[in-house]
C-alpha cells in the first residue's frame, strides 16, 4: 500500500510541474456539437484527467462494495464451519487447575550508587507492593520466585551482593509467609559456574539479570528445577485485584481451542482509573512514532470480540502465564533489547505453538509518573528492537503482527526513526541541554549496523536451551535451590 501511496505523490507533484511550466501556453479552441468555446490548454488536460479518475472511480465503487459484502459473508460462513468443526471455546479436555504446579514470577530490578540506598529504593518498595497483593488471591498454593538484579554503580562486590540479599529476603519474609524461591545477583555466579562445568559456556555467557529477556529466562530455569507446570510472569509495578486472578490464568492452558492447542496467554493491563486503552502521550516530537496509537488499535480490536480467547499480535510481559509443554523448547531471546513478549510470541508461533490473549486476565498498572528521559530510553530501544525484529522475520511469519508491531516493522522504520530522532534532539537543543541533544542524534547509528543472522542466533540459543532444560530435570540445580528458598 505504501508504494501506491507514493505513485500518487509523484504523480501529483508531475502534474503540479506540468501546470507551472506551461502556463503561459496559449488557449486552445474545444469543440462538442455545437459548443464551441476556448480555454486554457492545462485547464484541458487537468480535465482529462479528472474525469478519466471520476470514469475509473464510478466502474471501481460498486465492484468494491460488492466485494466486500462478500468479504463479510466469507468471513461470518469461516466462523460458523469453525464452530461446527471445533465447537465453542469451551476446552475438549477437562483438566484440574488444581493439579497443576504453579510459579508466580516477580522480575525486581534495583539499580543503586551504594549499598545503603537500598531500604530506600522506590522499586524494592514497589516490589513490596506487588508482592503484598498476592494475599489477595483465593488460591495460595503457588510458588512465588523473586528475581532481584541488583545493579551496584562501580561493579558488585560479593560482600555487597550478599550483604543485599540477606536484607531483601528480611524483607520479603516480614510480609510473606507463602513458598518463596529469591534467587539474586549473589547466586547468577553460583549458576553459571554449573553451566560452565557442563559445557554450556556460551549459554552461561547469555544468563543474566540484566536485560529483560535473560532475566525472564532464568526465572523459567528455576521454573524447570522446581517442576512447574505453569508459570505466571508480573512486574514489580503491578498488584492484583481479582481474587480468582490463578483460576482465571490456568483456564483454557493446554487445552485445544478452535483447533489449537493454548500453549500459553497474555492478558491486559488496566490503567489506575480502570481504563484499559493508554492514555495519549502529548510529545510533539513523538507525532510521527506515536506508539500508542498503534498499541491501541490492537486494545480496541480484542475489546470488540465476543470471544474470551483472541488472537493478537502483542503480549505483555507483565501479565503473562506459559505451559510447561512451551517454555521448555521455546525460550526469550536474550539478543532482543526490549519486547522480548512480542517477540516470544513470534518465536514460538514460528514453532507451531500458539499464545492467545484472554480477555477476562487483567492486572492493575501502577508505574511511576515517567520522565522525558524514559522516553528517549524507551525511543532507543524500541529503535534497536524493531530493527532486530525486521531482520529476524525477513524469512516470513506464522503470525499476523498488524497493526502492531506490524506498522514498525515495514521500510517507512528507517525515516521515522531519523525524523523522531531528530525531532527530539532538537527538543532539547531548545532547552540547551547539549548532552542529551547529541545521545539523540546517536539513535541514527543503529539503522547502520549489521543485524544479519539474527534468527540464526536464536536458533543456536533454541537448541542449547532444550539440552540445558533437560539437564535441568535431573535435579543438578538443587545446590542452589537450597540457597534461594526463604
Known amino acids: 500500500m505504501g508504494f501506491y501511496y507514493w505513485l500518487i505523490f509523484l504523480i501529483a507533484v508531475g502534474i503540479f510541474i506540468f501546470a507551472v511550466q506551461n502556463s503561459t501556453a496559449p488557449a486552445v479552441a474545444m469543440k462538442f456539437l455545437t459548443w464551441r468555446f476556448q480555454t486554457s490548454l492545462i485547464y484541458t488536460l487537468l480535465g482529462s484527467i479528472g474525469a478519466g479518475i471520476l470514469i475509473t472511480l464510478i ?58 540506598e537500598l531500604p530506600h529504593l522506590e522499586a524494592l518498595r514497589l516490589a513490596k507492593r506487588a508482592i503484598e497483593s498476592l494475599k489477595i488471591l483465593e488460591e495460595q ?11 551496584l554503580a562501580g561493579g558488585e562486590e560479593e ?17 510473606w509467609e507463602g513458598k518463596t524461591i529469591l534467587f539474586s545477583s549473589h547466586h547468577l555466579k553460583m549458576l553459571r559456574r554449573h553451566l560452565d562445568q557442563r559445557d554450556f559456556r556460551k549459554f552461561s555467557s547469555l544468563t543474566d539479570l540484566k536485560g529483560f529477556s535473560k532475566i525472564r529466562n532464568i526465572g523459567l530455569l528455576l521454573a524447570q528445577a522446581l517442576s512447574m507446570d505453569v508459570v ?17 490464568a490456568c483456564e483454557y492452558l493446554n487445552q485445544r481451542w478452535k483447533g489449537k492447542i493454548v500453549a ?21 516530537w513523538d507525532f510521527l512514532w506515536d506508539k500508542t496509537k498503534w498499541m491501541n488499535r490492537v486494545w480496541e480490536r480484542i475489546l470488540s470480540s465476543k470471544d474470551r480467547l483472541v488472537f493478537s499480535p502483542i503480549l505483555l510481559g507483565g501479565n503473562l502465564v506459559l505451559h510447561c509443554d512451551l517454555f521448555r523448547s521455546i525460550p526469550f531471546d536474550p539478543y532482543i533489547s526490549r519486547g522480548e513478549d512480542t517477540d516470544y ?10 499464545l492467545l490473549f484472554d480477555r477476562e486476565l487483567q492486572i492493575k498498572h501502577l508505574h511511576p509518573e515517567r520522565s522525558e528521559a524514559f522516553f528517549q530510553e524507551e525511543l532507543r530501544g524500541d529503535i534497536e528492537r524493531f530493527l532486530y525484529e525486521r531482520e529476524k522475520v525477513r524469512g516470513g511469519l506464522c503470525v499476523d503482527l498488524n497493526p502492531y508491531p506490524g506498522y514498525f516493522l515495514r521500510w517507512t522504520l528507517y525515516p521515522r526513526a531519523i525524523l523522531t530522532s ?53 535435579n543438578w540445580m538443587v545446590e542452589i535451590l537450597k540457597s534461594c528458598w526463604i
Open 345 to 354: 510470541l513470534i518465536n514460538a508461533s514460528q514453532f507451531g505453538l500458539s
Open 422 to 474: 531528530l525531532f527530539l534532539s532538537l527538543n532539547y537543543l531548545g532547552r540547551r541541554e547539549w548532552r542529551k541533544a547529541k545521545e539523540c542524534l546517536t539513535h541514527m547509528s543503529l539503522l547502520f549496523q549489521d543485524r544479519n543472522g539474527a534468527t540464526l542466533n536464536y536458533l543456536k540459543f533454541r537448541a542449547d536451551w532444550e539440552r540445558v532444560m533437560e539437564e535441568v530435570q535431573r
Open 159 to 175: 560482600a555487597s551482593l550478599l550483604e543485599m540479599d540477606k536484607f531483601v529476603r528480611k524483607e520479603v519474609h516480614s510480609l
Open 59 to 116: 466502474l471501481w465503487i460498486p465492484r468494491a462494495i460488492k466485494a466486500s459484502i462478500r468479504l463479510k459473508e466469507l468471513k461470518k460462513q469461516i466462523e460458523n464451519l469453525e464452530k461446527v468443526l471445533y465447537g465453542s471455546a469451551a476446552p475438549e479436555e477437562v483438566q484440574t487447575q488444581g493439579a497443576m504446579k504453579k510459579a508466580i514470577i516477580i522480575p525486581v530490578y534495583l539499580r543503586l550508587n551504594q549499598t545503603e
Open 264 to 284: 500459553g496467554k497474555g492478558g491486559f493491563y488496566v490503567n489506575p482509573d480502570g481504563t484499559i486503552l493508554l492514555p495519549p502521550r502529548r510529545l510533539w
Open 232 to 248: 505466571i510472569f508480573i512486574d514489580n509495578d503491578e498488584v492484583l485485584e481479582t481474587p480468582g486472578y490463578l483460576r482465571i
Open 141 to 151: 498454593d503457588f510458588t512465588l520466585i523473586l528475581l532481584v538484579s541488583f545493579d
